[in-house]
């Protein structure tokens, strides 16, 4: 399976309802390693650890071709806090 950042993105914007998701491949280019920004009220109330796994889940088929992946995840206020 070929994983890309646009690939990672597209998912997880429309599962998970994400208003802002920026990917960055930090591999070099080689699509093994990704960062990830995730913005989603589905964040909102949950720990840090439930929402690393709500992402890791819809991510599941993609992760078993990827060497490395972090990520960020915030709810839309904790975004907009840190923006403002």
Same mark, same amino acid.
């Given at each position: 399976?070929?994983? @890309?950042?646009? @690939?990672? !993105?597209?998912?997880? *914007?429309? !599962?998970?309802?994400? @208003?802002?998701? *920026?990917? %960055?491949?930090?591999?070099?280019?080689?699509?093994? @390693?990704? &960062?990830?920004?995730?913005?989603? %009220?589905?964040? *909102?109330? *949950?720990?840090?650890?439930?929402?690393?796994?709500?992402?890791? /889940?819809?991510?599941? %088929?993609?992760?078993? &071709?990827?060497?490395?992946? /972090?990520?960020? /995840?915030?709810? %839309?206020?904790?975004?907009?806090?840190?923006?403002?």
């Amino acid at each position: 399976m070929s994983v @890309s950042a646009e @690939s990672i !993105e597209n998912k997880l *914007k429309n !599962e998970l309802n994400a @208003s802002f998701v *920026k990917i %960055e491949d930090i591999s070099g280019g080689c699509g093994t @390693s990704y &960062s990830a920004i995730i913005v989603s %009220e589905q964040f *909102k109330g *949950k720990p840090l650890l439930q929402r690393h796994r709500l992402v890791n /889940t819809c991510l599941q %088929e993609e992760l078993k &071709s990827i060497h490395a992946f /972090t990520q960020k /995840t915030y709810t %839309e206020d904790q975004w907009e806090k840190m923006n403002n």
